[in-house]
């Protein structure tokens, strides 16, 4: 079992970046990739964000591409989430996931290890 525990969330000024961070624990050698999804009030949950734990390729929708950057640490077990200019449409709830799976994908059903997210306010 894997476990994610995610940090960085609050509220923040339009325009103001944001760092999201999201701790790997347990069984964390078995991770192939990790990711971020955000979930605005009364909308689906969407793909932001995947990396590959061991090569460091990381995959955008094509919503982020330009003002998020997705990184994971050294020791391969915290996945970070960079906002520039936060917008207020990036408000959100914003999940960690991780998969053993043997893609990064944007699609939430891949994705086995879930965080219980933390949320990101925008004030314009």
């Known amino acids: 079992q894997v476990q994610l525990v995610e940090s960085g969330g609050g509220l923040e000024q339009a325009g103001a970046s944001l760092s999201l961070s999201c701790a790997a624990s347990?069984?964390?050698?078995?991770?192939?990739?990790m990711a971020w999804f955000r979930q605005p009030p009364g909308k689906e949950r969407d793909f932001v964000a995947a990396?590959?734990?061991?090569?460091?390729?990381?995959y955008y929708a094509d919503s982020a591409k330009g003002r998020f950057t997705i990184s994971r640490d050294y020791a391969k077990t915290t996945c970070h989430l960079q906002i520039y200019s936060l917008q207020p449409e990036d408000a959100a709830v914003y999940y960690c996931?991780?998969?053993?799976?043997?893609?990064?994908?944007?699609?939430?059903?891949?994705?086995?290890?879930w965080g219980q997210g933390t949320r990101v306010n925008v004030s314009s």
């Open positions: 996931a991780a998969t053993p799976g043997g893609v990064a994908t944007n699609r939430p059903s891949d994705y086995t290890y």
């Open positions: 347990g069984r964390t050698s078995t991770l192939y990739a």
């Open positions: 990396i590959t734990v061991q090569g460091g390729a990381a």
